[in-house]
């Protein structure tokens, strides 16, 4: 076995290697993924004042580090900063960041009173949890805001895409282990079992976790996979476009085989808008489900939710099921009607927000991400974090005349989707889902002029082409000057290739 706490130690020099060896965006990608897929879920460093830096934080602190000191010595293989500065640029992205900072330390400033109870005491939150929250709020967005400042450009969506698939396929020999073996990977390796081994007996045969939290955490994750994989294909117009087909088909059987129904059905949902929808379409309808996503509490409460036809749906496939789906909404219920007792900025940490019964028993369970968030943070605090992952697909879609939305975007649109879907009857909020989201977020600022003018590896006549083929030109562009772009381009291809380039 190997101690967790020395693989989390030993991520630094793993990513660092990334850094010294690929492209910018490609480490950044293998720095997050590969991190969120093999660092063990336990083992932290703890100091004193301090957020502990494990699995989720160490990628995001590594990636920073290596940016802000090993940049003069890295690969220049297409590895270009596209945005300069840390802070979004656009506007209501800006808001809602520091919106989500700010609303972590208020939440600690109105819960400064203990729950008492007969058998149940439930601490004030003090100064020190104001820092710790603002501290862990900071961590978690970091993946948003290097992926902003790292993964902007269509280019790099490909490369975060192609990640992604990459990653998957590796992880597929695992999986494959597990669900003929049973989940044990991280039992054997790292000497411990990540969550209830039970939940993971299904149908006979067994739910993989290998070395994430729970195996709906995997599920989610391969999905994405799926649809990063069938993503490229619809981008890609070479060879490769029938290797991405088999890769898709490959990951979509691996993908069944988790034995998670919910990750499936929302792949099947999803799939038939990347196959058979142009990008400006795959984009607003990514839009609308986000839209729907971030009024989901608000259209929940007015009953707009068909939560009944949901059930009668899962009543159909396993009493089980329906039972287990019951069980979540009655939860859900009693959870949201606690948190509008203190609907602003909620009722902060430990365990403040659940229900307790006489005894000092904790009587209700928190499944699904927006009703935690609703909860601990307040209604402040959901749309800032909810917004942050919603709003990027949104202001893409409104403003779809003005980009150019390339295949690779509209296809991270849609895995961010499915994630946020998957938010609603699960706690699976990962740096995977910051780390869409900055991407998403860093296109806002980019307009076709930027992508026209951004070097190349082709060099500056593949820059004039793109200037040239651009539907929409740069705006202060005049005609006279579009019409001299291609008297350029015609003149560089009149010309022998020594006179252009030199012998």
Known sequence: MIPPLTVVLAWPLIAISFFRSMSLPVAVSWCFIGGYLFLPERGSIDLPGLPEIGKDSMPSLVAVAA???????????????????WLPGNRLIAVLLIGLLVSSMLTVVFNQDPIVAENVFLPALSLYDSLSTLLNACIAVL?????????????????????LCTAGLIYTLPIIFEIIMSPKLSLMIYGFFPHSFLQHVRAGGYRPVVFLHHGLWLAIFMAGTVLAAFALYRAQKDVRKGTYFLAALW????????????????????????LFCNSRIQVVFAAVIAGVILLYP?????????????????????????????????????????????????????????????EGRMTSTADGMWVIVI??????????R????????????????????????????????????????????TPMTWLIAGALAGRLELTNSDLASAPTEDGEEENVERVRYSRFPPKAATVGHVRQREQAVQHSRTQPRESRHGS
Request: charged share 20%; proline share 5%; hydrophobic share 50%.
């Open 375 to 384: 909860g601990r943070d307040g209604w402040v605090g959901y749309i800032c």
């Open 386 to 429: 909810f917004g942050l992952f919603c709003a990027p697909i949104i202001l893409l879609a409104l403003r779809r005349r003005k980009y150019t939305l390339h295949p690779e975007t509209a296809g991270l649109g849609l895995i961010m989707v499915a994630y946020m879907i998957d938010l609603i009857p699960n706690a699976s909020l």
């Open 251 to 274: 990951l979509l059987f691996i993908l069944f085989m988790c034995r998670s129904l919910g990750a499936f059905a929302i792949t099947l949902i999803i799939l038939p808008v990347i």
């Open 67 to 85: 940016i802000l000191i090993l940049q003069p010595l890295i690969s220049k293989k297409g590895g270009n900063t596209v945005l300069g500065g």
């Open 143 to 163: 993946p948003f805001l290097v992926a902003r400042r790292h993964l902007a450009a269509p280019e790099q969506h490909r490369d975060l895409l192609r990640v």
């Open 298 to 358: 608000s259209l929940r409460g007015a009953g707009i939710i068909p939560v009944d036809q949901v059930n009668n749906l899962a009543a159909s496939i396993s009493e089980e099921r329906s039972a287990s789906f019951r069980y979540r909404l009655t939860n859900e219920e009693i959870l949201l009607e606690k948190a509008n007792k203190r609907p602003f900025f909620g009722w902060g940490g430990w365990g403040r927000s659940l229900i307790y019964d006489e």
